[in-house]
């Protein structure tokens, strides 16, 4: 993979000589050797006829990192937009995630295949019956994780990495004699769950972490732009370059062009600045925004 251009100066095109983002990685590099974009444009619940657009909004404005998942269910979409931009396949880092609903051995293949053909229409998908969601594999994810080795090993993927993944979990999957280590966890990180403990075992075991709802989800959007300690800049991009600052790869979600241009323009934080925001989103008690537990008929929490 080509390393992406990448928006710098304050215009709205990216800019072919930049490596960083004014004091900020624009990518990580994961124990593979692969360069992953530290800013991906999220698409959960970008809507159809809508989230084909944003994708080429994102792509001209610089982005090289788009993060799907075969349950947001509009992968044709953002597959038919990538082909018409004209940006080179290979130069874009692209996440799908495998679903809950699949995480049995035999099932892992044939939901990979179903992503990479779309990126085409879906049957839609159901989210299951509470007995599709394997308590079991979720605690102890290694048969799926050595299904996953295989599509590695098969070149059907490059990279694996898992999400929502806490701790413990992840002593479970990395106590096994894995071929492939996890490239990244995906977990819910923003201002009102700052996840302070994740990333400091994150940082010490050298597992990335990728930031999703960064900006407090769709909910609580409009409170995180209200945080005090966020003045500079725009209140996104303040929140979004926090991210970045804290060593996570962050992914917001925009379907407004100008937003979308708004959150790939970071900075590095004034040392002051980051330190009041990291202060203020220590001091209050964490809230996670999303946990689908409940909504999914399970009677055990499937993050804990
Ligand atoms: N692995 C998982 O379980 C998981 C779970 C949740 C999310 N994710 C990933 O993380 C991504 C982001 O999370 P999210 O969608 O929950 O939340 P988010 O990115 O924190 O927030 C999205 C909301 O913020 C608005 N927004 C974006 N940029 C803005 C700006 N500059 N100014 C004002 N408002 C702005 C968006 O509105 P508009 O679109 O209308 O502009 C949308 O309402 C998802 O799209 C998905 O890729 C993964």
Same mark, same amino acid.
Do not use: C
């Given at each position: 993979?080509?390393?992406?251009?990448?928006?710098?100066?304050?215009?709205?095109?990216?800019?072919?000589?930049?490596?960083?983002?004014?004091?900020?990685?624009? !990518?990580?590099?994961?124990?593979?050797?692969?360069?992953?974009?530290?800013?991906?444009?999220?698409?959960?619940?970008?809507?159809?006829?809508?989230?084909?657009?944003?994708?080429?909004?994102?792509?001209?404005?610089?982005?090289? !990192?788009?993060?799907?998942?075969?349950?947001?269910?509009?992968? #044709?979409?953002?597959?038919?937009?990538?082909?018409?931009?004209?940006?080179?396949?290979?130069?874009?880092?692209?996440?799908?995630?495998?679903?809950?609903?699949?995480?049995?051995?035999?099932?892992?293949?044939?939901?990979?295949?179903?992503?990479?053909?779309?990126?085409?229409?879906?049957?839609?998908?159901?989210?299951?019956?509470?007995?599709?969601?394997?308590?079991?594999?979720?605690?102890?994810?290694?048969?799926?994780?050595?299904?996953?080795?295989?599509?590695?090993?098969?070149?059907?993927?490059?990279?694996?990495?898992?999400?929502?993944?806490?701790?413990?979990?992840?002593?479970?999957?990395?106590?096994?004699?894995? #071929?492939?280590?996890?490239?990244?966890?995906?977990?819910?990180?923003?201002?009102?769950?700052?996840?302070?403990?994740?990333?400091?075992?994150? #940082?010490?075991?050298?597992?990335?972490?990728?930031?999703?709802?960064?900006?407090?989800?769709?909910?609580?959007?409009?409170?995180?732009?209200?945080?005090?300690?966020?003045?500079?800049?725009?209140?996104?991009?303040?929140?979004?370059?926090? !991210?970045?600052?804290?060593?996570?790869?962050?992914?917001?979600?925009?379907?407004?062009?100008?937003?979308?241009?708004?959150?790939?323009?970071?900075?590095?934080?004034?040392?002051?600045?980051?330190?009041?925001?990291?202060?203020?989103?220590?001091? !209050?008690?964490?809230?996670?925004?999303?946990?689908?537990?409940?909504?999914?008929?399970?009677?055990?929490?499937?993050?804990?």
């Amino acid at each position: 993979m080509s390393l992406p251009l990448y928006n710098y100066n304050d215009s709205d095109k990216a800019d072919p000589e930049v490596t960083e983002y004014r004091g900020l990685p624009t !990518h990580y590099t994961l124990p593979s050797g692969a360069q992953i974009p530290s800013v991906a444009l999220g698409v959960w619940q970008a809507q159809k006829g809508e989230v084909g657009a944003a994708v080429k909004t994102a792509l001209d404005a610089g982005y090289r !990192h788009i993060d799907g998942a075969w349950a947001y269910r509009n992968e #044709k979409e953002v597959g038919d937009a990538l082909k018409e931009s004209g940006v080179k396949r290979e130069d874009v880092w692209l996440t799908s995630k495998l679903w809950n609903t699949f995480h049995a051995p035999e099932d892992v293949e044939p939901a990979l295949d179903e992503s990479l053909k779309k990126f085409r229409p879906l049957a839609v998908p159901k989210n299951g019956t509470p007995a599709n969601y394997d308590k079991d594999l979720t605690e102890n994810p290694y048969p799926t994780w050595q299904k996953l080795e295989e599509m590695v090993e098969k070149g059907k993927v490059k990279n694996i990495g898992i999400s929502n993944f806490n701790i413990r979990r992840i002593q479970n999957l990395t106590a096994n004699p894995l #071929k492939v280590q996890p490239a990244v966890n995906q977990v819910e990180i923003n201002f009102w769950f700052p996840q302070v403990e994740l990333l400091e075992f994150s #940082k010490k075991t050298g597992l990335l972490l990728e930031a999703y709802s960064p900006l407090g989800s769709t909910q609580r959007v409009k409170d995180s732009l209200n945080v005090p300690e966020v003045t500079q800049m725009t209140p996104a991009q303040v929140l979004i370059s926090w !991210h970045v600052q804290r060593g996570t790869i962050t992914l917001p979600k925009s379907v407004t062009p100008s937003r979308v241009i708004e959150n790939i323009h970071l900075k590095k934080l004034p040392d002051a600045t980051f330190d009041k925001i990291e202060a203020a989103a220590r001091a !209050h008690k964490p809230e996670r925004g999303l946990n689908p537990s409940k909504a999914w008929g399970l009677d055990w929490d499937i993050f804990e």
